[in-house]
């Protein structure tokens, strides 16, 4: 301890003193000192000056009767090292005890794989290492390396098989996204080539419709001028006969006491007509009163609104019932112009629709084309495909390039956790999704998703989090991002 350390030099210097001072004190001097050796003498530590030090650093600790702080800073005596007091300021002479808060013990861990840890976890009663060397004082503790090394051994032997296996299906990826590229590429140009034999196409065939259009209109003409003006003589006489009908005193002025003794004016059906109900049906600006303007109504001011409104009120009313004029049928030929007409409108009409459909077939293949599928085009494939994760509350849905949902499992509407941003995995940026700009949270931010992509023997989502409010994280393997390596840990 540490006394024993101060006694020892006080005897030094007590011999020293003595020494000088009278030569026949000597023997009295050094018989104490002996003495005093001998009863605080320094305990023997508990563990050896290398403990809890890696194998290449054991030298240092190993050699010589001082010991020097690995950052330099003081020497001690090499009994002081790991004697479960701190002299180092950077904790070194302390590697197998906790007597320093920042040493660092290792674990030889025979068997499984070394480790290191704080020293301050040194005899506190949890087994760290599992070897159990970080607890040899009131603690025992199992050897479990054999078994957790053969667990590791065994989890790196599945992650090599499928990391092999991966890199096989990611080459099957790449063959399989450049197949459908090259696929896409082909469909485009024919898709083009089609699109501009219709674009011709169509020129003829509005030439071909307005020529028919020429020709039923021609054949239509007599019958439709007749129609319309038949059409239009009917109109004239509605409003003429209504207007007639009611002007009661035919003065050529319809005012509101007129109105007021018909009962179709009766809007509230109590069986009288008021002032007020035919001030509704007059009054045109809405004020709820009748200007001087609104309250004669002459012949020619018996359009638009004030016609309209008096008609309604009156349909059905025999007296002012004008028939509808009855259009002549057709003869032969003008029923063939237009039936010619007909088929070259449809004609133009399907030949417009057509190329529409194959110019968005044109733009899908081309969006697809333009996505980054991946330096060998290896995530291609996975285009328009969904991948669904299912835990104890809802069914998550990662859907690359396009978004990531989620719904309760009894079903219901969707919830957006956001839209396709792009990669944004480091170093490999493939190896990380970004998806933002999903549904708002209440009183929050819009969700979002990153997706954590790891080398796998398929595309699947393992697993889903949020770590954060409204911010989801994913994990998603797939062989698209596995690699040939030299080493064990491909996953």
């Known amino acids: 301890d540490r006394n024993s350390h101060r006694d020892n030099t006080l005897c ?14 000597v023997s ?13 003498a320094p305990a023997v530590a508990e ?15 190993e050699s010589g009767t001082d010991f020097t702080c690995v950052d330099g800073s003081i020497r001690i005596p090499a009994w002081a090292v790991n004697d479960d007091y701190c002299d180092c300021g950077d904790g070194s002479d302390e590697p197998g005890t906790s007597a320093c808060n920042n040493g660092v013990f290792y674990c030889a861990n025979k068997g499984h794989v070394a480790a290191f840890m704080p020293t301050s976890r040194v005899n506190d009663g949890v087994c760290d290492c599992c070897d159990g060397t970080d607890e040899y004082k009131d603690t025992k503790c199992a050897n479990t390396c054999e078994e957790a090394g053969r667990e590791e051994r065994e989890r790196k032997a599945r992650l090599q098989r499928e990391a092999k296996e991966g890199v096989a299906k990611r080459a099957e990826l790449v063959t399989l996204g450049q197949s459908i590229h090259s696929e896409a590429e082909r469909e485009i140009a024919a898709l083009r080539a089609e699109v501009e034999a219709l674009v011709a196409a169509e020129a003829n065939l509005e030439a071909a419709k307005a020529n028919a259009e020429t ?9 439709d001028i007749e129609f319309s003006e038949a059409s239009r003589m009917a109109n004239e006489a509605r409003v003429t ?25 009766d809007l509230d059906n109590n069986g009288e007509v008021t002032y007020e109900e035919i001030t509704e049906v007059l009054d045109k600006d809405g004020n709820g009163a009748l200007e001087e303007n609104e309250k004669e109504i002459r012949l020619a001011d018996f359009t638009g609104n004030i016609y309209n409104d008096l008609a309604d009120a009156m349909k059905g009313v025999e007296e002012v019932t004008v028939p509808e004029p009855v259009k002549n049928e057709y003869d032969e030929d003008t029923k063939k112009a237009i039936a010619a007409a007909d088929a070259a409108r449809e004609a133009l009409t399907n030949a417009q629709k057509s190329r529409t459909q194959k110019e968005d077939a044109i733009d899908a293949r081309q969006k697809k084309l333009d996505i980054d599928a991946g330096e060998k085009k290896e995530w291609l494939s996975s285009h328009g495909q ?21 719904e309760q499992k009894q079903g219901g509407r969707s919830t957006s956790l956001g839209r396709w941003k792009g990669w ?23 969700r979002s998703c990153k ?33 040939e390596t030299s080493g064990h840990d491909e996953l």
């Open 386 to 406: 969904c991948y669904d994760i299912t835990d104890r509350e809802y069914v998550y849905k990662l859907c690359p390039f396009e978004k990531v949902t989620q």
């Open 424 to 446: 944004n995995g480091q170093p490999n940026k493939y190896t990380g999704m970004l998806f933002e700009g999903g549904e708002a949270c209440w009183n929050g931010p819009a």
């Open 241 to 265: 006969k209504l207007f007639d009908f009611l002007d009661l005193d035919k003065d050529g002025v319809i005012i509101a006491n007129e109105l007021m003794r018909q009962p179709k004016f």
């Open 215 to 223: 020709e039923e209109n021609n054949a239509r003409a007599q019958i």
């Open 47 to 61: 563990v050896s000056r290398s403990y809890g030090v890696q194998p290449s650093r054991k030298s240092h600790y």
């Open 12 to 25: 030094q210097l007590l011999s020293s003193s003595s020494l000088e001072a009278a030569t026949m004190r």
């Open 451 to 483: 997706v954590t992509v790891e080398c796998g023997v398929k595309n699947e989502v393992v697993s889903v989090s949020e770590p954060n409010r409204c911010e989801y994280a994913m994990t998603f393997k797939s062989p698209a991002v596995c690699q």
């Open 28 to 40: 009295v001097a050094v018989a104490v000192c002996a003495l005093l050796a001998g009863l605080l």
